[in-house]
Nanobody
Framework: QVQFVESGGGLVQPGGSLKLSCVAS????????MGWARQVPGKELEWLGH???????YYSESVRGRFTISRDNTKNMVFLQMDNLKPEDTGVYYC??????????????WGQGTQVTVSS
């Protein structure tokens, strides 16, 4: 069974930083392009970016320059370093294969996500 377990979310003030982690299992992790998406209340699911098998990355315009995605294939993990956080970043964050980037809502096999709240 494919599984994803996200962690690292919490409450942070605007301008602060947070690092999210995701542990994946049930498939050959190193063969997949992995990324992150978020669900902000009142908005559609947004694909934030991904890290390719050669460790190069892509980011959406909304987070480019503030967020950094990385991966550790020896641990089946993908990370999201979030800097200069804004209140608009508040939402539930999920990790997923890039093949799911077009999803309008979290996939049924996705993890529970981790809540990030940016508030002053």
């Amino acid at each position: 069974q494919v599984q994803f377990v996200e962690s690292g979310g919490g409450l942070v003030q605007p301008g602060g930083s947070l690092k999210l982690s995701c542990v994946a299992s049930g498939f050959t992790f190193s063969n997949r392009v992995m990324g992150w998406a978020r669900q902000v209340p009142g908005k559609e699911l947004e694909w934030l970016g991904h890290v390719y098998r050669d460790f190069t990355t892509y980011y959406s315009e909304s987070v480019r320059g503030r967020f950094t995605i990385s991966r550790d294939n020896t641990k089946n993990m993908v990370f999201l370093q979030m800097d200069n956080l804004k209140p608009e970043d508040t939402g539930v964050y999920y990790c997923a294969p890039e093949t799911d980037a077009g999803n309008s809502r979290p996939g049924n096999y996705w993890g529970q996500g981790t809540q990030v709240t940016v508030s002053s």
